[in-house]
């Protein structure tokens, strides 16, 4: 098996034993700590003798190894555990982009699930979660006290099957149920449309795809316009992405990036340290770019915002991210299982750990909340124009195709502002690529 990085982030492992002389006092402490070590890996034993013969039901050995070793490896931080060989394998699929599932990634905080985002039109963004959601029961089982793999698992199950999850929301008085009906997960990691004059990347993953489904969007887009200079600028949306593979952020940021560093990691120990570069070649060919971000933004989404960020190539809006600045190796185990350690911290390119913090963007821009239902849209009193007057004046100063320019132009500002009501945080984006356009020299 071979080993991979995953949640955005990467690290090389470095098995470096360096042999000194050492004076005999701190042999004699190195020889007490080793002592130490034994006598509570023979306590572990007892204790595992002892469940076997006396426990009130048999157990299956492997599986209480098994808990041990998970039990171990998640008392470290939220992001190491350990994986099944079933876990392992669903893993690989995972970064290949397609699986079964409802369609969310989540963290463990105060002993709950918590959703740190759906992903784009899987069953989970359609019945409604949203980032920031906390999952308390699972068809009516409490997920309180189970370790993240142990309530991510109480979630699997067939496709076409049905699950309740019970959500706390913040602004929400109380609990409430949600019904989703299981399907199997195909992303595409990025896609490219055109709003007005603006070019949308929306990346909802880092997988094995990201940078290749982002590189052919862009120039589709570019071709169908008639070229680069028809665009005014790039929207690179972030907005709910949790991460995937380091490779692959990297890749992002460099395309849009014609050199400087890319982000850093740093271990436990200064030589497992390793920077990441851009290369030359801007897909964008020097183009205004608009980052969106949003809490549920995390990891590999961060290694971009903050590298584009850092760097002035690009103006990060919305809201700050999620937060999450920590490295984790997969590391293959006998039996075709792994492990998932955090082995070091990253860093943009200015140096700063994002990790608690977040990135926090340029612009703040929130995204009002969607109307529930029943809840009525304010209307505004009927207006009238000059051009709804009986008997008014026709405009002779303008040719036809004056006339039908302005009102294209009107038609524009129209859809502009239908985008505000569906999506307000783009459309402000857009306004921004809109601004830059408007000052470029020679525009």
């Known amino acids: 098996m071979k080993r991979f990085v995953v949640a955005g982030l990467a690290g090389t492992l470095a098995g470096i034993i360096a042999t000194t002389q050492v004076a005999g006092p701190l042999v004699a402490q190195e020889a007490k700590a080793n002592t130490n070590v034994y006598e509570q890996l023979d306590l572990f034993g007892d204790i595992f003798e002892r469940i076997r013969a006396q426990y009130v039901e048999e157990v ?9 070793i998970d039990g171990m490896l998640t008392s470290l931080d939220p992001h190491s555990s350990y994986l099944s060989p079933d876990d392992a394998a669903q893993m690989r699929v995972q ?38 959601d906390f999952i308390t029961h699972v068809d009516g089982e409490s997920v309180l006290g189970l370790t993240l793999d142990k309530a991510v698992e109480l979630m699997r199950g067939p496709v076409g099957s049905e699950i309740v999850i019970t959500v706390v929301r913040e602004g929400e ?3 409430f149920d949600v ?33 290749v489904n982002l590189e052919e969007g862009l120039k ?26 380091l490779t692959q952020a990297i890749k992002v940021s460099d395309a849009f990036l014609d050199s400087g560093e890319i982000v850093s990691t740093r271990g436990r120990n200064a030589e497992d340290g390793e920077r990441f570069n ?5 897909l964008a060919q020097g183009k205004p770019v608009v ?6 933004s995390a990891s590999a989404s961060e290694i971009v915002a903050g590298a584009l960020q850092d760097h002035r190539r690009a103006i990060v809006v919305g ?35 994002i990790q608690n913090l977040g990135v926090s963007p340029d612009i703040v821009v929130e995204q009002p909340r969607r109307r529930t239902e029943g809840e009525e849209e304010a209307t505004s009193p009927l207006t009238r124009s000059e051009a709804d007057l009986r008997g008014r004046l026709n405009n002779d100063s303008l040719s036809e195709d004056e006339i039908r320019q302005i009102e294209e132009d009107r038609a524009k500002a129209e859809a502009a502002a239908e985008l505000r009501q569906e999506d307000y945080q783009l459309a402000y984006a857009i306004d921004i690529l809109k601004g830059l356009s408007a000052f470029t020299p020679g525009k």
């Open 319 to 353: 809201t700050k991210s999620f937060g999450k600045g920590s490295v984790q190796t997969v590391m293959p185990l006998r039996g075709e299982g792994a492990m998932r350690l955090t082995t070091a911290r990253y860093y943009t390119p200015s140096g700063r750990s």
């Open 60 to 68: 299956d050995a492997s599986e209480l190894i098994e808990a041990a």
């Open 179 to 211: 019904s989703i009906i299981r399907d199997t997960i195909k992303l595409t990691a990025a896609r490219a449309r055109i709003e007005g004059t603006s070019v949308v990347l929306r990346v909802t993953t880092f997988n094995d795809q990201t940078y």
């Open 173 to 175: 008085d109380e609990p």
């Open 278 to 282: 851009a290369t030359e070649g801007d």
């Open 95 to 132: 970064t290949r982009g397609e699986f079964g599932g409802l369609g969310i990634e989540v963290t463990q905080e105060e002993g709950f699930v918590k959703v740190v985002s759906p992903i784009d039109g899987t069953p989970a963004d359609e019945a409604g979660i949203e980032s920031g």
């Open 220 to 245: 589709k887009q570019i071709e169908e316009v008639g070229g680069i200079d028809k665009i005014n600028g790039i929207v690179l949306d972030l907005r709910n992405n949790p991460g995937g593979l």
């Open 291 to 296: 980052v969106l971000i949003n809490g549920g």
